[in-house]
C-alpha cells in the first residue's frame, strides 16, 4: 500500500506543509517482513536507506536486526560517539586522511568500525594517512568483492571492485594479511543487479534468476579461499555479507553468506513499487503544500523536484501518491521551485491543501529535511498521533559525502 492510510493523514492533517511524515507502525511492519524473508540470516542495517539517528536506534531494537551498515566513515564514528551501535560496517572505502587518522586513534573507533578495501592501494593509503606503528590497534578490514554477473566482456550490475574471481579475492586476502596494522575480518559481495533491480521483463527476470545461480557458486568459492588465507595466518572471518532488500530470499539461502545489508524496504519508497516477489508498505513520505491553481484540473505544488541518484529516467521521479490520481506534466515534470500536477483530483484542491510524495530512493528524501514528523497507532485509544518529531542527519548537523 503506497496511498497514505486515513489515519496518518488525519493525525498531521494541522500542520503546514511542507514537512516530512514517518509511519512507524508500517516501518516496523516492513522490518518485520524483511526479516522473515531473511529466513534466519541476521540482516544489518543500511543506514544509507534511513538517515534518521532516532529511527535507525529504534529499529536495532527490532529481532533480526544486528548492525550497522554504514555508507561513510565519518558516519560511522559519529554513531559509535552516540552510543548507536559498536558494530559497524562502512560499505565504501575511505580515502580521506583525517578520518583515517581518527579512526586509528581511538580503540574505541578501532573495536566498533570496519572499513571496506578492493586494493593495496587503499591498504597503502591507510598506511600513509596513519602508518602502523602510530595506531593504538588492528584496523578491522573487509574485501569488497564484486558480485556483478560477468557475460562475456560485459558486466551486468554494480561495478564496486576490481575483485571478482577467486583468484583475484585469495591474492588480495593474501597481501591484507601480510601487511602490519590491519586484520581481515569479512567479505562483502552485494549483488546490485539482483537485490536492487525492478521487475520490468521477463529478460530481467532471466538476468536475476541466471546471476543468483553463478554468484551462489563463485562467492561460495571465494570465502572458501579467503576463509583458508586468514586462517593460516592465525585470523577468522567474521562475517560474510551479502544481498540486499531486494534479494533477501535467494541470498539467504546460500551457506556462505552470513548476514544481509538492507534497509531501503523498510521505508518503501518509490522503486519498490516495481517488484513482484514482495511489497513493502510506504512508510516515509513528504508532503507539499498547493501554491497555484492554472485550470481547474491543474494545480501547482511548491517544490518537489527531489529526484533519486542512478541512471535518469521516469523511475528516478517521486511518486504522487495522495490524493490519488495526479500525474506531472509532460512539459515541466517535478521542479525544484514548483511543481505542476495535472488529473480530475485537483478539483477538489484548495491552496495550502497537502499533497504527498514519495521519494524513488530510500534515504536520500533525508537530505531535504531537517526533520520528520512521527505517527503511531496508540493501542490504548487506537488512534494514530504524531509521536515526535526526529531529527534527521541533515537536521543534527551531519552531511556525509
Known amino acids: 500500500m503506497s496511498v497514505p492510510r486515513p489515519s496518518v493523514r488525519a493525525a498531521v492533517a494541522d500542520r503546514e506543509a511542507p514537512f516530512s511524515v514517518l509511519d512507524l507502525d508500517a516501518a516496523l511492519a516492513n522490518t518485520a517482513d524483511l526479516v522473515r524473508r531473511a529466513s534466519g540470516t541476521p540482516v544489518r542495517l543500511a543506514t544509507k536507506s534511513?538517515?534518521?539517528?532516532?529511527?535507525?536506534?529504534?529499529?536495532?531494537?527490532?529481532?533480526?536486526?544486528?548492525?550497522?551498515?554504514?555508507y561513510h566513515l565519518g558516519e560511522a564514528l559519529w554513531l559509535v560517539d552516540e552510543q548507536v551501535s559498536y558494530d559497524i560496517l562502512v560499505a565504501y572505502p575511505?580515502?580521506?586522511?583525517?578520518?583515517?587518522?581518527?579512526?586509528?586513534?581511538?580503540?574505541?573507533?578501532?573495536?566498533?568500525?570496519?572499513?571496506?578495501?578492493?586494493?593495496?592501494?587503499?591498504?597503502?593509503?591507510?598506511?600513509a594517512a596513519s602508518p602502523p606503528e602510530d595506531r593504538v590497534g588492528l584496523v578491522r578490514v573487509c574485501l569488497d568483492v564484486d558480485a556483478s554477473l560477468a557475460v562475456g566482456p560485459l558486466h551486468l550490475g554494480a561495478r564496486r571492485s576490481p575483485v571478482h574471481t577467486v583468484e583475484d579475492a585469495t591474492r588480495l586476502a593474501g597481501?591484507?594479511?601480510?601487511?602490519?596494522?590491519?586484520?581481515?575480518?569479512?567479505?562483502?559481495?552485494?549483488?546490485g543487479q539482483v537485490a536492487g533491480t525492478t521487475d520490468t521483463s521477463p529478460a530481467?527476470?532471466?538476468?536475476?534468476?541466471?546471476?543468483?545461480?553463478?554468484?551462489?557458486?563463485?562467492?561460495?568459492?571465494?570465502?572458501?579461499?579467503?576463509?583458508?588465507?586468514?586462517?593460516?595466518?592465525?585470523?577468522?572471518?567474521?562475517?560474510v555479507n551479502g544481498g540486499g532488500t531486494g534479494s533477501a530470499e535467494t541470498t539467504s539461502v546460500?551457506?556462505?553468506?552470513?548476514?544481509?545489508?538492507?534497509?531501503?524496504?523498510?521505508?518503501?519508497?518509490g522503486l519498490f513499487d516495481h517488484y513482484r516477489t514482495f511489497s513493502p508498505a510506504a512508510a516515509e513520505w513528504f508532503v507539499l503544500p498547493v501554491v497555484r491553481r492554472a485550470a481547474t484540473d491543474i494545480v501547482t505544488v511548491a517544490g518537489g523536484g527531489r529526484i533519486a541518484s542512478?541512471?535518469?529516467?521516469?523511475?528516478?521521479?517521486?511518486?504522487?501518491?495522495?490524493?490519488?490520481?495526479?500525474?506531472?506534466?509532460?512539459?515541466?515534470?517535478?521542479?525544484?521551485?514548483?511543481?505542476?500536477?495535472?488529473?480530475?483530483?485537483?478539483?477538489?484542491?484548495?491552496?495550502?491543501?497537502?499533497?504527498?510524495?514519495?521519494?524513488?530512493?530510500?534515504?536520500?528524501?533525508?537530505?531535504?529535511?531537517?526533520?520528520?514528523?512521527?505517527?503511531?497507532?496508540?493501542?490504548?485509544?487506537?488512534?494514530?498521533?504524531?509521536?515526535?518529531?526526529?531529527?534527521?542527519?541533515?537536521?543534527?548537523?551531519?552531511?556525509?559525502?
Open 94 to 127: 575511505c580515502v580521506t586522511p583525517s578520518l583515517l587518522r581518527q579512526l586509528t586513534a581511538d580503540s574505541r573507533y578501532l573495536d566498533a568500525v570496519t572499513v571496506m578495501v578492493d586494493s593495496v592501494e587503499h591498504l597503502d593509503l591507510l598506511d
Open 254 to 269: 546460500e551457506d556462505a553468506v552470513t548476514e544481509i545489508g538492507a534497509g531501503s524496504g523498510i521505508i518503501g519508497s
Open 310 to 401: 542512478g541512471v535518469p529516467g521516469a523511475d528516478r521521479v517521486p511518486v504522487v501518491d495522495f490524493p490519488t490520481g495526479l500525474s506531472f506534466s509532460a512539459t515541466e515534470g517535478a521542479g525544484e521551485v514548483q511543481t505542476p500536477l495535472r488529473g480530475t483530483a485537483a478539483r477538489d484542491l484548495g491552496l495550502g491543501d497537502h499533497v504527498w510524495f514519495r521519494h524513488a530512493k530510500a534515504g536520500e528524501q533525508a537530505e531535504w529535511t531537517d526533520k520528520v514528523t512521527v505517527v503511531s497507532r496508540d493501542p490504548a485509544d487506537n488512534t494514530t498521533h504524531v509521536i515526535a518529531d526526529w531529527p534527521t542527519y541533515r537536521g543534527e548537523g551531519k552531511v556525509f559525502v
Open 204 to 239: 530481467v527476470a532471466a538476468m536475476k534468476a541466471a546471476s543468483v545461480k553463478e554468484l551462489a557458486g563463485r562467492r561460495a568459492k571465494i570465502v572458501a579461499a579467503v576463509r583458508t588465507v586468514v586462517e593460516a595466518r592465525g585470523g577468522q572471518l567474521e562475517f
Open 175 to 191: 597481501q591484507i594479511c601480510a601487511r602490519p596494522g590491519v586484520e581481515l575480518v569479512g567479505i562483502m559481495a552485494y549483488e
Open 50 to 70: 534511513v538517515r534518521i539517528r532516532p529511527l535507525i536506534s529504534r529499529l536495532l531494537e527490532c529481532e533480526g536486526i544486528e548492525g550497522l551498515l554504514a
